[in-house]
């Protein structure tokens, strides 16, 4: 009945197909110690408890703990790029040009801080976590006041948008504030999101609500806690500005509150960034870019090499399988994949209607803007490969007709890269090592199983990781909920008899696979339920569960009972089920 599938993707996506290319360990609330999750392959990495130092424990000796002391230099991005000759935040079409200076428009008060990320501000900005809680902080931070150094920027780009060129977009309500070097040698760029008008705003008003902000916020940090290559948010500022949105699209106008978010990533720098120059015919800005791009970003490639296009598209086309894997090994929707939103590093950005997976279903989609499913879960990594054949469209004019050729041979290689990287993440997930010939099918058995039952993708393999061999052999998962749910299926013993037989073939001990297991399968991910009750919350001006999501979510991996409590890892709410998200922000 069950025929063995070599590739994953039977399960992963459904009815899609690539088209041919031309232990129960609780910690209290902030006692919560993070395993090892930078890298999700890395599933035997373990950290001692005597050794580990927390995220959340850095040291402030050298930490600013005055902001006149932070600054900022935008002075290598308008070195290499020429600057819009029209100043102002006028909507309009621009030319020849990567950025277009502008002003941020504060927020009119009160600010409040809702929300701040000790690991950002700390470990990545070297500032005193203190000093968030400042009037000053909620100037810098919401685009009322500017840091030393900057030159406020918003960046022109283009994008595909579900399938059609969509022209000039660029950057509508964010400012890129400069380039920060923190003590660590890393250099990060500062945007604020929501922070008003700019040359690209078209008709919006520049603005973010306090809905889009607190979900964009939670899922960055989450996110990065997760092991997924990511932006990252220092800061949460809201307001009582009024913010007319149509959440919708129904006509049904509601007014909202603004708020801004303080983000931070290595570039900000888009395929969209690359699309709009060889689209406008603009070759001698797309050469000095993509230039910058690689010398800044990528450097194990020779400036020099005549093959220097050729060797940056195969690293983005092998990253980009691996950010669409890592997405579908943690159940990630990110509901949007324009190529405007398709990072040249390959981390995740621009949150928006995004959604965590609860039942198993490949075509599951966040987006209730996307009403034929284009961006559904199951259809990420055929999107992948749609961004990456517009990313080669984009190099064309830079790239001889050999080149041209070879890269496409480099693009038919992404359905083997995805294959070979969530086939390995979904075998950490069960906890396999070694590789045998029926690991393919036993992973695709389970899922299809999953989506019969519409199993908890996330719960299904925490379960799994948490129960042992002994209540494996009995089948006995007494409170574990989502297993119960599984073991409903009529094949599901099979597929356990199955599994159990691959388990004792392993050198390993039962303990030790079970640590494996829960140091790749999160207890805990941010479902819109959640965000939608810290939401609810948030636009009370109670930030409780803002911070509590916040603390939870950046240790993913262990369980708490302060998100025990909460219900976190129970069966969802029946009215999670009628929650909608959409592009509206």
Same mark, same amino acid.
């Given at each position: 009945m069950w025929s063995r599938y070599n590739m994953l993707i039977f399960a992963l996506v459904?009815?899609?197909?690539?088209?041919?290319?031309?232990?129960?360990?609780?910690?209290?609330?902030?006692?919560?110690?993070?395993?090892?999750?930078?890298?999700?392959?890395?599933?035997?990495?373990?950290?001692?408890?005597?050794?580990?130092?927390?995220?959340?424990?850095?040291?402030?000796?050298?930490?600013?703990?005055?902001?006149?002391?932070?600054?900022?230099?935008?002075?290598?991005?308008?070195?290499?790029?020429?600057?819009?000759?029209?100043?102002?935040?006028?909507?309009?079409?621009?030319?020849?040009?990567?950025?277009?200076?502008?002003?941020?428009?504060?927020?009119?008060?009160?600010?409040?801080?809702?929300?701040?990320?000790?690991?950002?501000?700390?470990?990545?900005?070297?500032?005193?976590?203190?000093?968030?809680?400042?009037?000053?902080?909620?100037?810098?931070?919401?685009?009322?006041?500017?840091?030393?150094?900057?030159?406020?920027?918003?960046?022109?780009?283009?994008?595909?948008?579900?399938?059609?060129?969509?022209?000039?977009?660029?950057?509508?309500?964010?400012?890129?504030?400069?380039?920060?070097?923190?003590?660590?040698?890393?250099?990060?760029?500062?945007?604020?999101?929501?922070?008003?008008?700019?040359?690209?705003?078209?008709?919006?008003?520049?603005?973010?609500?306090?809905?889009?902000?607190?979900?964009?916020?939670?899922?960055?940090?989450?996110?990065?806690?997760?092991?997924?290559?990511?932006?990252?948010?220092?800061?949460?500022?809201?307001?009582?500005?009024?913010?007319?949105?149509?959440?919708?699209?129904?006509?049904?106008?509601?007014?909202?509150?603004?708020?801004?978010?303080?983000?931070?990533?290595?570039?900000?720098?888009?395929?969209?960034?690359?699309?709009?120059?060889?689209?406008?015919?603009?070759?001698?800005?797309?050469?000095?870019?993509?230039?910058?791009?690689?010398?800044?970003?990528?450097?194990?490639?020779?400036?020099?090499?005549?093959?220097?296009?050729?060797?940056?598209?195969?690293?983005?086309?092998?990253?980009?399988?691996?950010?669409?894997?890592?997405?579908?090994?943690?159940?990630?929707?990110?509901?949007?994949?324009?190529?405007?939103?398709?990072?040249?590093?390959?981390?995740?950005?621009?949150?928006?209607?995004?959604?965590?997976?609860?039942?198993?279903?490949?075509?599951?989609?966040?987006?209730?803007?996307?009403?034929?499913?284009?961006?559904?879960?199951?259809?990420?990594?055929?999107?992948?490969?749609?961004?990456?054949?517009?990313?080669?469209?984009?190099?064309?004019?830079?790239?001889?007709?050999?080149?041209?050729?070879?890269?496409?041979?480099?693009?038919?290689? /992404? +359905?083997?890269?995805?294959? $070979?990287?969530?086939?390995?993440?979904? &075998? @950490?997930?069960?906890?396999?090592?070694? !590789?045998? #010939?029926?690991?393919?099918?036993?992973?695709?058995?389970?899922?299809?199983?999953?989506?019969?039952?519409?199993?908890?993708?996330?719960?299904?393999?925490?379960?799994?990781?948490?129960?042992?061999?002994?209540?494996?052999?009995?089948?006995?998962?007494?409170?574990?909920?989502?297993?119960?749910?599984?073991?409903?299926?009529?094949?599901?013993?099979?597929?356990?008899?199955?599994?159990?037989?691959?388990?004792?073939?392993?050198?390993?001990?039962?303990?030790?696979?079970?640590?494996?297991?829960?140091?790749?399968?999160?207890? /805990? +991910?941010?479902?819109?339920? $959640?965000?939608?009750?810290?939401?609810? &919350? @948030?636009?009370?001006?109670?930030?409780? !569960?803002? #911070?509590?999501?916040?603390?939870?979510?950046?240790?993913?991996?262990?369980?708490?009972?302060?998100?025990?409590?909460?219900?976190?890892?129970?069966?969802?709410?029946?009215?999670?089920?009628?929650?909608?998200?959409?592009?509206?922000?």
């Amino acid at each position: 009945m069950w025929s063995r599938y070599n590739m994953l993707i039977f399960a992963l996506v459904a009815a899609t197909s690539f088209p041919p290319v031309h232990v129960l360990e609780f910690c209290t609330d902030r006692d919560c110690h993070s395993d090892s999750h930078d890298n999700m392959a890395s599933s035997t990495s373990q950290l001692s408890e005597n050794t580990f130092k927390s995220r959340w424990n850095i040291s402030v000796s050298n930490l600013m703990q005055d902001l006149d002391k932070f600054r900022v230099s935008c002075k290598k991005l308008i070195e290499a790029f020429p600057i819009d000759e029209v100043d102002g935040n006028s909507a309009r079409s621009v030319k020849n040009c990567i950025f277009s200076r502008s002003i941020p428009t504060p927020l009119k008060g009160p600010l409040r801080l809702a929300a701040a990320s000790k690991e950002v501000i700390e470990g990545i900005l070297d500032l005193d976590v203190a000093v968030t809680w400042s009037d000053d902080f909620l100037h810098y931070a919401s685009g009322g006041r500017l840091a030393p150094g900057s030159v406020p920027l918003a960046h022109r780009y283009g994008g595909h948008q579900f399938g059609y060129w969509a022209g000039q977009l660029g950057d509508g309500r964010a400012h890129s504030l400069g380039q920060y070097t923190n003590r660590k040698g890393e250099v990060w760029e500062l945007q604020l999101k929501g922070s008003g008008k700019t040359p690209y705003s078209r008709s919006g008003d520049g603005r973010a609500v306090i809905r889009s902000s607190v979900r964009e916020f939670l899922c960055s940090e989450a996110m990065h806690s997760l092991g997924v290559p990511t932006s990252r948010a220092a800061s949460l500022i809201v307001s009582d500005e009024p913010v007319v949105r149509d959440q919708f699209y129904n006509g049904n106008m509601k007014t909202e509150r603004g708020a801004v978010v303080l983000r931070l990533a290595k570039s900000w720098f888009r395929i969209g960034s690359l699309e709009i120059l060889s689209q406008s015919g603009e070759i001698d800005l797309l050469r000095k870019l993509l230039f910058f791009v690689i010398e800044e970003h990528f450097p194990s490639i020779n400036s020099d090499d005549p093959d220097k296009y050729l060797v940056f598209y195969s690293t983005v086309v092998n990253e980009t399988a691996h950010l669409i894997a890592q997405w579908m090994s943690v159940g990630f929707a990110h509901g949007v994949c324009n190529t405007d939103n398709f990072s040249l590093l390959s981390i995740t950005i621009d949150y928006g209607p995004f959604g965590f997976m609860e039942s198993y279903n490949p075509n599951f989609v966040p987006n209730t803007s996307d009403d034929e499913g284009r961006y559904s879960i199951g259809a990420q990594a055929n999107v992948g490969l749609f961004n990456l054949e517009k990313l080669l469209t984009a190099l064309g004019p830079l790239l001889s007709n050999k080149q041209q050729s070879e890269a496409k041979y480099i693009l038919k290689g /992404y +359905v083997d890269i995805y294959h $070979m990287r969530i086939h390995q993440l979904f &075998k @950490a997930k069960l906890g396999l090592l070694g !590789e045998e #010939e029926d690991d393919g099918h036993l992973i695709a058995f389970l899922l299809k199983i999953m989506e019969d039952t519409q199993s908890d993708f996330t719960m299904t393999f925490r379960q799994l990781s948490e129960v042992s061999a002994q209540q494996l052999h009995s089948r006995s998962f007494t409170q574990m909920w989502a297993l119960e749910d599984l073991s409903s299926h009529k094949l599901f013993f099979d597929w356990l008899s199955m599994y159990q037989h691959r388990l004792i073939g392993q050198d390993d001990s039962d303990l030790d696979r079970q640590q494996r297991m829960k140091n790749v399968n999160p207890r /805990y +991910v941010l479902r819109n339920w $959640m965000a939608e009750s810290a939401i609810s &919350k @948030a636009e009370m001006n109670d930030f409780s !569960e803002v #911070e509590m999501l916040h603390y939870i979510l950046s240790f993913p991996f262990v369980t708490q009972e302060t998100a025990e409590e909460a219900g976190y890892a129970a069966r969802p709410p029946l009215w999670a089920k009628r929650l909608k998200v959409s592009c509206s922000s």
